[in-house]
């Protein structure tokens, strides 16, 4: 079974499009799992929706789609996501905020736990330590974790003897899941964080048990116009040039 897993949509249907079609030209998969995240930042939050509903996937909550629908406050977020938190909410359809409203915030499958932020805090953790990946093993019930929000490619291996350590995930090599237990972000498909500006996701086989980053570059200057036309927070569009 082949499984892509994605995270951190963030409405950038450019970022979007050419991760679902680089995951065709390398032989499509059975399944999709997305970590939340697919609205807030970026300017088409009912075309990502559509085109995420078409994949039929596996799909958690994040903290911006919990935002749209009145879930979380806008006092938890800075002003640049708060106004484009507002601004979703007046582009999308009653039938998005219904199936926004359908994701759950965790779900374990297959021996994953799916979630946006950390096992600790499903929502708003940012899981990007290895003091911070230590803790939240604890709170692990499954033997692998597939985490988003910090639009980072990261990968936690905890030992035999209870350290963990923080193995580098990147597209030149894929890591297997062995018997110990792994945390894992496959970075951000619309808005990366990484210094890299090209979109990241990750491809898991479950047959080789190898899971590994791949990424894509995408016409972020379009989705930059569109941004700006949309009067949305000019540093929005800014960072997409440069992965920050």
Known sequence: MRYAVIADIHA???????????????????????????????????SCIKLLREQKPVCIAGNHDLAVIGKLSL?????????????????ITEDDKKYLES???????????????????????????????MANFNYLRTQYCLV??????????????????????????????SRERCIINPGGVGQPR???????????????GIIKIHRVSYDYKETQVKIMKANLPLKLSIRLANGV
């Not at 977020?77 to 507002?86: H, T, Y």
């Not at 297959?110 to 096992?119: Q, V």
């Not at 910090?150 to 580098?168: A, E, R, T, W």
Request: net charge negative; proline share 7%.
């Open 103 to 133: 994701l759950p915030r965790v779900i374990e499958k297959d021996g994953f736990t799916l979630l946006h932020g950390s096992p600790r805090e499903p929502v708003w953790e940012y899981l990007i330590s290895i003091g911070s990946a």
């Open 75 to 91: 006092k938890d977020f800075n002003p640049d996501a708060a106004e484009a938190i507002k601004w979703t909410v007046q582009q």
């Open 194 to 208: 990484d210094g890299d500006p090209r979109a990241s996701y990750a491809i898991y086989d479950s047959q080789a």
């Open 12 to 46: 950038n249907l450019e970022a979007f499009s050419a991760v679902l079609q680089d995951i065709k030209s390398a032989g499509g998969v059975d399944r999709f799992w997305c970590l939340g995240d697919v609205v807030g930042y970026g300017p088409d939050p009912s």
């Open 148 to 177: 988003g929000h910090s639009h980072k490619p990261l990968f936690f291996h905890q030992q035999m003897d209870g350290n963990v350590v923080s193995i580098p995930f990147n597209e030149t090599i894929g890591q297997v899941l």
